[in-house]
């Protein structure tokens, strides 16, 4: 396989136009969805570095740039890729602004916690994007060409602001951020809401349907049955 077949192969689409990889060392999903009128990226991953290399292989597959980013929320492997973007739209849950900007120390101490580098660590964290357009309750995003994304801030459960990207496909494709984690145990930190977690997946469960494709935040593509157990396990392990 040659080099530019192998970079195509990382990403696997889950309909025409919206694909997602799972990045390297965390597990961490980014997704992509492309309309005539737009290339949104969703989440940046967890260095300038992956930034960059989201970038270059997104530029590559759909042959534009990414215009628009969405963080789901703001966990240092989703979020301190972003500034190696320029010149993008970039969405996320209201609130999270203020945690990347005054949170920039605990989030290069986390990054370095979890086995980044301490200098890759601090030159992310010293340059992190907050978003510009701060999504309060339902933001719809346009793409061109009938290509629509609904943005719902739905948090705090998984973190102090989380937000869900849903592609209006049919089925709907959900890129869920951390609420739903398929290769490990969802993880609670200082910032979660344990007794929200639960009736937060109720509510994307409801958003989007039984037929939904949901994208964890880590790990593989589930559906709507993975999605309720996880729900129950985290309402009797975290409630």
């Known amino acids: 396989m040659d080099a530019e077949r192998e970079e195509h192969a990382r990403w696997e689409q889950l309909a ?28 940046s991953g ?44 970039v969405y996320g849950p209201h609130g999270i602004d203020s945690v990347l900007r005054e949170g920039k120390d605990e989030l290069r101490g986390d990054a370095v916690r979890h086995g980044l580098g301490h200098r890759e ?17 339902e933001w719809s995003l346009d793409l061109g060409g009938g290509v629509e994304v609904l943005l719902a ?16 496909t049919s089925p709907p494709i959900v890129f ?8 490990g145990v969802p993880q609670a930190g200082s910032d979660a809401h344990p007794a929200r977690w639960s009736e937060v997946l109720d509510q994307v469960l409801e958003m989007a349907g039984e037929d939904a494709v949901y994208v964890p935040g880590h790990g593989a593509v589930v559906d709507a049955a993975f ?5 129950d396990e985290l309402a009797e392990g975290l409630g």
Do not use: K, Y
Request: overall charge negative; glycine content about 10%.
């Open 227 to 231: 999605v309720r157990r996880q729900r």
């Open 153 to 168: 801030n739905v948090g705090p459960a998984h973190s102090s602001h989380d937000m869900v990207v849903m592609v209006q």
């Open 46 to 89: 967890a260095s300038l570095r992956e930034g960059a290399e989201l970038r270059g292989q997104l530029r590559s597959h759909f042959g534009r740039p990414v215009t628009h980013i969405a963080l789901t929320h703001p966990h240092f492997d989703h979020v301190l890729g972003t500034a190696a973007f320029s010149g993008v739209e």
């Open 16 to 43: 025409p136009g919206v694909v997602r990889r799972r990045l390297p060392h965390w597990d961490a999903t980014a997704g992509a969805v492309c309309g005539p009128d737009g290339l949104l990226l969703i989440d």
């Open 121 to 137: 660590a601090a030159e992310a964290a010293d340059v992190v994007v907050a978003p510009q357009h701060l999504v309060a309750g």
């Open 176 to 183: 869920c951020g951390d609420l739903v984690e398929e290769s």
